[in-house]
């Protein structure tokens, strides 16, 4: 019986060692996956143009400031209908009041202040599709001054209005980018490419072309720019066969 339970117990170890042995090499030999990391870029230029500007007036009769300045709002609207700007891309915003006050001082104290006048500010919006017409003006509104009306703008912003579908081309650029990226180490290596097991995007940028800004990371969007450049990145993991 001792024999017996002597080879029973070999034997055992025996077994339990293969077990052992197996599950070793197959932790140490997972299978094979490679990642890759493929990238998608477009040029493009913006059919979307956006551009504000203000002008006021100040009076100490409240009533005439508005006078006045619905006589400027009129030389302005006349003068960007003239240029050929449709009424409907005009937008005027509400209008803002201020009260203006000026400090007094004796003896370099501060003792209060005084009332000077009304300032009432007219804000216009110009959004349009016609994206060389309104560059044009823009650049030409000084003229205004000649007309009485001080008008200060902000640099015109630039947008694309078939984004989402631009999106969707650079998606599929980074990924056909990624899979010959991953085809190439595969046969590198000397196997094939197998079952793709995931794919990541990553952030969607939008600089000016040849501008050299920096990417973010929650993604750039530039509207400085008329011409510009979308780009993305997909990182794909393929099994290797």
Excluded: C, H
Excluded at 20 to 39: E, K
């Amino acid at each position: 019986m001792k024999y017996i339970s002597a080879i029973i117990f070999s034997v055992a170890i025996v077994v339990a060692a293969v077990f052992l042995g197996n599950a070793y090499v197959s932790r140490a030999n997972p299978d094979g996956v490679i990642s890759v990391t493929g990238s998608g870029s477009e040029n493009f230029t913006s059919d979307l143009i956006v551009w504000e500007g203000q002008f006021s007036r100040v009076n100490p009769d409240l009533e005439e400031a508005y006078e006045q300045l619905n006589e400027d709002k009129e030389t302005v609207r006349r003068y960007l209908l003239d240029k050929g700007i449709n009424e409907e891309n005009l937008v005027f915003n509400s209008v803002q009041t201020n009260e203006q006050q000026e400090n007094q001082y004796q003896n370099g104290n501060y003792v209060g202040s005084i009332f000077k006048g009304y300032e009432l500010i007219q804000l216009v919006k110009i959004e349009s599709s016609e994206v060389e017409l309104i560059e044009g003006v823009s650049r030409e509104i000084t003229e205004l001054l000649n007309k009485g009306v001080q008008f200060n703008s902000t640099p015109p912003r630039y947008y694309y209005t078939k984004i989402a579908d631009l999106k969707i081309e650079m998606i599929s650029k980074a990924t056909e980018d990624a899979r010959l990226r991953a085809e190439k180490i595969a046969q590198n290596s000397g196997g094939s490419l197998g079952d793709l097991k995931s794919a990541n995007m990553g952030v969607f940028q939008i600089t000016g072309q040849n501008s050299g800004e920096d990417y973010s990371w929650s993604g750039a969007y530039n509207t400085a720019d008329k011409k510009k450049t979308a780009s993305i990145t997909m990182r794909l993991d393929y099994e290797i066969e």
